[in-house]
């Protein structure tokens, strides 16, 4: 596939050389269009190493072989990040006035940006109606994260991290057969958080990756998507709406809510099993001679089991996840044989997760069951490919 990578002149055009990475070793041909300023970050040197394809910002270069035109008419997906305020005033405004510019003109495929920049800026009147408009012609303009920006600064403006772009991307241009077409899917994602205090909290290590890819993937195969999303810092897949939450309750009430017309739900966040028996009003203080403290646990209520039966519609198809580890009592298939087998769902996602496998990752490694605990499927290789696994191992359930 051929993408043009536009790269804007901010601080986060560095970000940009990774994902340069991520979409060159995925097989894909580069062809790097920064800004000038841009080049004020990360050199021409650099872009061209890495892509194998020559660089250049301005329409007056390689005139003969009309590249403002033939980049933009030729390409499969245009991609660019960072977009900085300025670029997106540009474009939105039809602006030609450089070869980024210029290419998104002409650009008859897929788009997609990535903000970035100071949170006034992105929070700019100005800024918001671009985005607007961008969005109004098919343009697909990521939210940005909210984390640290340049300097001391905080707040909504991060650029998303590569992978995330590359995931957002390349879901635009993966060919899907339309197989999800007139249903309703409710996905669960990321981890709840169960507070302590008014500081602390018992959370888990999940990123809500995996269930933001199967939300992703739903969509790209024609559903109409609800993702409940427990403490995500992720962008917003296109065409998706999302319910934030917080807790294990939180998370039930809003699945129950979202599910009683849905015909599938999967349960890909990391629920917990324990919250505790209090949580204090004020911040929980050290005691003076060092002593130790107890803390009370009580169950949470298992949202699996409690969606599987009775279910809430007639017909309803219920998926679970299941983030195991080996012990002494069984392997994690063991383990999630058995899960499988009193949780009543129709499938059991089970992955293995510690060691750097599983949470936080770009990849993952499942194998599906079903109620009996047997081995529907096996999958393995990028969060997406393993979400769109999970909706073929659906779509066989009927």
Request: aromatic share 2%.
């Amino acid at each position: 596939m051929r993408i043009v990578l536009g790269v804007a002149g901010g601080i986060a055009a560095y970000k940009a050389v990774l994902l340069l990475r991520l979409l060159s070793e995925a097989g894909h041909d580069v062809r790097v269009v920064p800004t000038e300023s841009a080049l004020e970050f990360v050199g021409r040197a650099t872009w061209e190493a890495l892509s194998g394809e020559p660089v250049t910002t301005r329409v007056f270069e390689d005139v003969d072989q009309v590249p403002h035109v033939r980049l933009g008419k030729t390409a499969d997906l245009v991609v660019v990040a960072p977009a900085t305020a300025d670029l997106l005033s540009r474009a939105a405004t039809g602006r030609a006035d450089d070869l980024l510019t210029a290419t998104l003109l002409t650009a008859r495929c897929p788009v997609l940006l990535a903000p970035a920049m100071h949170t006034e800026m992105w929070e700019h009147p100005a800024t918001r109606a671009n985005v607007e408009t961008l969005r109004a012609r098919g343009v697909h303009v990521l939210d940005p994260d909210s984390g640290r920006l340049t300097g001391a600064d905080t707040g909504p403006g991060r650029l998303p991290e590569p992978e995330a772009i590359a995931a957002a991307a390349l879901a635009l241009v993966r060919t899907a057969p339309q197989d999800l077409a007139g249903r309703h899917v409710v996905v669960s994602a990321g981890g709840t958080r169960e507070p302590l205090d008014p500081v602390r909290y018992l959370g888990n290590r999940s990123s809500g990756r995996q269930g933001y890819a199967l939300a992703r993937a739903a969509a790209a195969r024609g559903a109409q998507v609800t993702l409940v999303a427990a403490n995500v810092t992720l962008p917003a897949p296109d065409g998706v709406a999302v319910v934030p939450v917080e807790t294990s309750a939180e998370l039930r009430d809003a699945v129950r809510a979202a599910a009683k017309d849905a015909d599938v739900v999967v349960m890909a966040a990391a629920v917990a099993d324990f919250r505790p028996a209090t949580s204090a009003e004020t911040k929980i203080k050290k005691d003076a001679d060092g002593a130790t403290r107890a803390l009370e646990l009580v169950q949470t209520t298992d949202i699996l089991a409690e969606l599987s039966a009775p279910r809430l519609r007639a017909g309803q198809l219920v998926v679970g996840f299941a983030a195991e580890t080996g012990d002494a009592e069984g392997t994690v298939l063991d383990h999630g044989r058995a899960k499988a087998r009193r949780k009543g769902a129709d499938l059991l996602v089970v992955n293995a997760v510690g060691g750097g496998r599983g949470f936080g990752t770009a990849d993952n490694d499942v194998t599906i069951l079903d109620g009996n605990g047997d081995v529907v499927a096996v999958a393995a290789g990028s969060k997406d490919d393993v979400a769109h696994a999970v909706w073929d191992a659906v779509l066989l359930r009927g």
